[in-house]
């Protein structure tokens, strides 16, 4: 019988693992209460140090405890818990390897699946296009939870913070929760637009420019507050 693993955390780092951990599960509640995943699809992490902490396989979001913090090291072995994680670990895995992300949000949403189906790219409908760094794409269809997948999902992902997956939903990353929370949901009212525009008979959306996408980028860089 395995032996249980020796936690060796200071108290610094048992309380921003658990500041994160409550985070990880408030943003997963949110996702199911504005319609973006139903009952336990969709995932969300987010990386403190080494850790990647993230939600476990099949267990409904608001049955999750701080005494169910599940985590991972890099290289996917488990460190920190008992649930299992999700199935769809390969994907966060990747995007942490690969970019400065601190949180990652995946989600089945209607309208992004439904335009996932139907184009290689998001048609740029609206300038928020710009805020996940140009044109969205579409990976391409591999199974969930595998390797393949992870690796459409970069290349789709290549110089952007969001992307769709072809017959399967959404996944963004940011440097907060609430700011790869954002991009879904960004990413999700704009295939509801562009759905909703395109579906007029007779007529054609018009669409932005990338000169226009470049402007906006630009002026993106400085929206907000300063602190």
């Known amino acids: ?7 060796t955390r200071d108290e610094e ?6 500041r ?20 336990t699809s ?5 990386r403190v140090g080494d850790v990647v902490l993230v939600t476990p396989s099949g267990v409904p979001y608001d049955r999750l405890t701080p005494a169910d913090l599940t985590g991972v090291d890099l290289a996917g072995r ?13 994907m ?24 996932s189906t139907l184009v290689t790219e998001l048609p740029p409908i609206h300038y928020m296009t710009s805020a996940l760094g140009g044109r969205v794409r579409v990976a391409p269809y591999a199974a969930y939870g595998t390797d393949e997948l992870a690796e459409n999902m970069l290349r789709a992902l290549d110089g952007r913070s969001g992307c769709l997956l072809r017959n399967h939903g959404t996944i963004t990353y940011g440097a907060t929760l609430d700011e790869a929370y954002d991009r879904t949901a ?6 509801r ?16 420019t990338e000169a226009q996408l470049a402007e906006t980028g630009e002026r993106l860089k400085g929206y907000g507050q300063r602190r």
């Open 1 to 7: 019988m395995a032996e249980p693993l020796r936690d």
């Open 92 to 115: 966060h895995l990747a995007v942490y390897r690969t970019t400065g992300a601190r949180a990652v949000v995946h989600t089945h949403a209607v309208h992004a699946t439904a335009v």
């Open 42 to 46: 969709g995932n969300v992490s987010a």
């Open 186 to 191: 960004q990413l999700e009212w704009m295939c």
């Open 20 to 39: 994160a951990w409550e985070a990880v599960v408030a943003t997963a509640r949110r996702s199911v209460a504005d319609g973006l995943v139903v009952g």
């Open 13 to 18: 780092t048992r309380a921003s693992e658990a």
């Open 78 to 90: 488990q460190v920190r818990g008992t649930l299992v994680p999700t199935s769809e670990l390969p």
């Open 193 to 208: 637009l562009w759905l909703t525009a395109s579906g007029v008979p007779g007529l054609t959306p018009s669409l932005l």
